[in-house]
Nanobody, 120 residues
């Protein structure tokens, strides 16, 4: 079993910053891709940013230039630095991991979500 534990959400004013962290633990052989998704009320869950084990990244157009995804492979941890936050960034942010387990095969895991609210 694999667990993803997120932290770092909170309330921030427009223009402010938040840094999210997500640590994976459990039966992990390797992690191919790590990503952050978000879901605002009434909206579908959407990809915010993702990073592969090799360091390749991709971002939603709405966050390019403001958000930065990074990972620490030794700690099985992914980070999302969010700058110049806007009210429309308000959402529950979910961590996602494409995990290769020791028994073979890859599986998709999700964190429990952390709320990020941008409001004055």
């Amino acid at each position: 079993q694999v667990q993803l534990v997120e932290s770092g959400g909170g309330l921030v004013q427009p223009g402010g910053s938040l840094r999210l962290s997500c640590a994976a633990s459990g039966s992990i052989f390797d992690i191919y891709a790590l990503g952050w998704y978000r879901q605002a009320p009434g909206n579908q869950r959407e990809l915010v940013a993702a990073i592969t084990s090799g360091g390749s990244t991709n971002y939603a157009d709405s966050v390019k230039g403001r958000f930065t995804i990074s990972r620490d492979n030794a700690k099985n941890t992914v980070y999302l630095q969010m700058n110049s936050l806007k009210p429309e960034d308000t959402a529950v942010y979910y961590c996602n991991a494409d995990v290769i387990v020791p028994q073979g095969g890859s599986y998709d895991y999700w964190g429990q979500g952390t709320q990020g609210t941008v409001s004055s």
